[in-house]
């Protein structure tokens, strides 16, 4: 009693050639079909996502200490100051795309944005600073002070590794300018005043290689510290500012 009951007649196998086998077929390449169509759909809206809207970024080095540190991970909002074209498509160049340059604006560049941008010297790498100048402002570095339009610039975001005490060098690092930022055209900085590689040596950025703003930092790892688990925990979630 209480055992399952199991039917005692065999199952019925199709016979080759009978048509039963035949009728599965085209229900099995259908489901193939539907699974192929739905992963190319899926990497079709991951490109697009990543493309136009939001992109996941590393941080390589310490030029943007403190705000970004070395092994944080953060996403950056690609559709904030508008629809940009990107520089090629699957590394391609198909005719007749305006490569590089924004469709329309929805939003200006201002100053203290954290942006990623289409590196001049070479075109092939992104890298990320705040913006300190703006077209038209006239930018000076005095003793590794920044100064706007003639005034020290509120810079609560500023990092020196180096006594400003001791900037008095005459490499752009401790003294620049004055310089007046052309049209079209912005001047960049990173928050590590003292190791970052920035405007101050490589010049001006176009407002068309601006990609995106920096949004959250979504994970954060410590290549450094010594241990198994080496995730920076407070970081998560961190807006970027």
Do not use: C
């Not at 390449?29 to 697009?48: C, K, M, N, Q, W």
């Not at 990543?50 to 996941?56: P, Y």
């Not at 100051?81 to 329309?104: A, N, Q, T, V």
């Not at 300018?177 to 079209?184: E, L, N």
């Amino acid at each position: 009693m209480g055992q399952p009951v199991r039917s005692s007649l065999p199952r019925l196998q199709p016979v080759p050639g009978s048509g039963q086998e035949r009728k599965k077929a085209p229900a099995e390449r259908s489901a193939l079909r539907e699974y192929g169509e739905a992963l190319i759909i899926a990497l079709g809206l991951a490109l697009v996502i990543r493309t136009f809207f939001i992109q996941a970024y590393k941080i390589p080095s310490g030029s943007m200490e403190p705000t970004l540190l070395i092994g944080d991970h953060i996403l950056v909002n690609k559709l904030i100051y508008g629809l940009r074209m990107p520089d090629s498509i699957l590394g391609l160049h198909p005719p007749g795309i305006p490569y590089g340059h924004y469709l329309f604006r929805l939003e200006s560049v201002h100053h203290g944005d954290v942006v990623v941008f289409v590196f001049p010297p070479d075109p092939t790498k992104d890298f990320i600073k705040r913006v300190i100048g703006l077209a038209g402002d006239t930018i000076e570095v005095r003793g590794g002070v920044v100064y706007l339009n003639g005034a020290q610039v509120p810079d609560p975001h500023a990092h020196y590794e180096v006594p400003l005490a001791e900037h008095v060098t005459p490499s752009p690092r401790d003294n620049f300018g004055p310089v007046k930022v052309p049209d079209g055209k912005l001047f960049m900085m990173g928050d590590n005043r003292d190791r970052s590689y920035d405007s101050r040596w490589w010049g001006f950025v176009d407002d068309n290689e601006v990609e995106g703003r920096a949004l959250i930092i979504y994970w954060s790892w410590d290549g450094e510290a010594s241990g198994l688990f080496n995730v920076r925990w407070n970081r998560f979630g961190r807006l970027v500012e």
